[in-house]
């Protein structure tokens, strides 16, 4: 056996965790810059908690609260610029993987002002800020990467900033603030996270370490699935376990990276305005038949870890959830073909996809039928 392994985030979980443990903010620094999304964080207390815990310790802060879904590389500019003005030495990130994302690229550039390639190089001469992560959603398993994904608007596509000192310090979990996510929301995040769990247990990268996290993120979440399609209303103990899935599956993929449903995901969200996790939910039960074809021992135990008797089953259920989204030409197909062949995760998969393997994906989950 061989593997490397490296997740080095403190994790801290439960209800009220981020005020029973203000005394972790306690590492002499002076400025926090709050990143965080326009509304939900004011809402749902995570903002009010995180305040409350910086005055505990003596901690000034400022907020940047113009984080976008899907944050662009103007965005996460302008929240650096906003670092840089205020002195800030912490970067405390609250929200989904949108502003937590944010707060990494915005760690990165607040002490390296570097251009866009060196940017998505993760090439850096000043250590970035070190950030906190508070996550609001549970799906992206940010709070727990080192990835920081950013949407390069002219390109209609995503970008992936990789630094092992993007890893955030703390990763507090509070399923708490997410007892008022709305019902798609929560959906769309928890495939996510599925997705992220299936994909890193597929990936090249895996390894025995990684695919038992995998493994365990996929059942815990996939035990979630049959609440969320009959209830609107999510009982506290569902919401934490989505968010326990949710941060194994993050630590799944900060080993292995995703695959190919993500980047071909990138497409739909960037030109189609699809949901980060319907746009994965989307494309993840064809591309998990591609793999049958010639992995079918992985994608057996994924069946069976799951509950479900074969992929169908799980393509019903998925399409309960998230609808379906067959309204893509050929033509539509071939551009974001072009896209996702690209990107830097489909290398990631085993057997990798090669131009008409992820047309025929794009095809079956998304074309006119
Ligand atoms: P999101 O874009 O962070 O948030 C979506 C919406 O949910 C926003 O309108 C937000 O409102 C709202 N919201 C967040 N928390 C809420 C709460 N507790 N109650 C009510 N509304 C709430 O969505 P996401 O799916 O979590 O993140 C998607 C992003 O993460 C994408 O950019 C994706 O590429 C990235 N991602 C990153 C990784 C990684 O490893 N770094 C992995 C997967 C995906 P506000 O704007 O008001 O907050
Ligand atoms: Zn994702």
Request: glycine share 6%; aromatic share 8%.
């Amino acid at each position: 056996m061989k593997f490397s392994y490296q997740m080095p985030v403190k994790v801290i979980m439960g209800k009220g965790c981020v005020r029973q443990n203000a005394d972790l903010f306690n590492k002499g620094w002076k400025k926090a810059l709050i990143v965080t999304g326009k509304f939900s964080a004011k809402k749902n207390g995570a903002q009010d908690d995180v305040c409350h815990a910086l005055s505990e310790c003596g901690i000034q802060w400022e907020i940047f609260d113009d984080v976008e879904p899907n944050p662009s590389v103007v965005n996460v500019r302008n929240g650096a610029k906003a670092a840089i003005e205020v002195c800030a030495d912490v970067i405390v990130g609250i929200g989904g993987g949108s502003p937590m994302d944010a707060a990494k690229a915005i760690a990165f550039l607040a002490t390296n002002l570097v251009d866009d390639e060196t940017l998505f190089k993760g090439a850096f001469e000043t250590r970035p800020l070190p950030v906190i992560a508070v996550p609001t959603t549970a799906g992206t398993g940010s709070e727990v990467t080192q990835y920081s994904i950013i949407t390069v608007p002219e390109e209609k596509t995503k970008k992936n900033l990789c630094h092992s000192a993007l890893f955030p310090e703390i990763a507090f979990l509070d399923a708490s603030y997410m007892e008022k996510l709305p019902h798609d929301i929560t959906i769309n995040t928890a495939i996510d996270a599925f997705s992220h769990a299936v994909e890193s247990y597929l990936s090249k990268r895996s390894c025995s370490m990684s695919s038992i996290v995998a493994l365990e993120s996929m059942a815990v979440t996939c035990s979630c699935f049959e609440t969320l399609r009959k209830h609107e209303t999510i009982p506290f103990e569902i919401r934490e376990k989505l968010l326990f899935g949710s941060m194994l599956g993050g630590v799944a993929i900060s080993q292995t990276g995703t695959t190919a449903v993500h980047a071909m995901g990138y497409s739909l969200t960037c030109s189609d305005n699809i949901d980060h996790g319907r746009a994965n939910g989307l494309l993840l039960c064809e591309s998990l038949k591609f793999v049958y074809q010639q992995n079918s021992e992985k994608i057996d135990k994924i069946i069976s870890v799951t509950g479900f008797k074969d992929i169908n089953l799980l393509e019903v259920l998925f399409q309960a959830m998230i609808g379906r989204y067959n309204i893509l030409s050929d033509d539509d197909i071939r551009h974001y073909t072009d896209l996702a062949i690209k990107a830097k995760s489909i290398t990631n998969s085993v057997p990798q996809p090669d131009y008409d393997d992820v047309f025929g994906i794009y095809k079956r989950s998304v074309g006119i039928i």
